[in-house]
């Protein structure tokens, strides 16, 4: 019996050496991703600089004074990254828990105490120095859903659950944009609606919500562009436009949606109406 358990024991394979432990060095990751970071910021920093020259080079004497303005406002935006990337992960946290409210906060500032320009108020004045309030409005909403879908893993598939009271909150934050501004209302939706995706939205759901922005922005853009077109008609032809389409049209340039009708080739850009738009 012994001479048979051994012979087994001869004959079975060789035991299999254990695989080696392969060691990732975190630490070197988040410096390569940190350095991209940064490369990629001054690379778009410097370009931002020479298209601020660039576009006020038939300016004499004006190009280097605005390009050393934006080199300024790049250096204290590079000031706050560093400053934010020190802050604790808690204080982020307790911003976005509370970024639904701040957001709604920084619109009702803005809108009681900002500054009127064309009808539309964007910005509010603090020691002499106008403020785009509505940068900040943008930040407390997406530290609001990053915080949101982090804590609601499990329920960002269930649309009716998950996705809906989500969705709501954001639409009254870019209903309350739209009034001064409705491209930005249209950028943090957009973007909101891709961090959904990323945060483990059903693909069906984020087509459909995809497609709800789409088709809203090309009424928008049909609506614009047929009053803007209509009411030039009614100047070169002399006659009075009717007291909405003059309403519709206000509007458009208040919240710059002919600004981007303009540029999409839909309306001719009038500067006497945007020249005073922030």
Known sequence: MEEQLSNTQTNAAPALPEPEEIIVDSRFSARVLEGFIWTTFLILCTFSVW??????????GETIRYAAEQAAWLGMGAIVMVIAR????????????????????????TYALGDEVNGAVRSVRILGISIHTFEFVK???????????????TEI?????????????????????????VSTALLIGTVCVFML??????????????GAIIALLTLLMLITSLTINYTNQCKKNGSVPMSAATKIEAFCYKSRLATVASRLGLTERDLSKEKNVL
């Open 157 to 181: 598939t269930n649309f009716r659950t998950g996705i809906l009271p989500l969705i709501t909150r954001i639409g009254i934050i870019c209903l309350g944009i739209a009034f001064s501004n």
């Open 86 to 109: 020190k802050l604790p992960y808690n204080i982020l946290m307790i911003i976005g828990k509370f970024g639904f409210i701040l957001a709604l906060g920084t619109l009702g500032i």
């Open 197 to 210: 995706l990323v945060g483990g939205m059903k693909i069906s759901h984020f087509l459909g919500l995809s």
């Open 139 to 153: 930040l407390f909403t997406f530290f609001y859903v990053a915080n949101y879908l982090g804590s609601k893993k």
């Open 51 to 60: 298209v601020s020259a660039s576009a006020t080079i038939n300016l004499r």
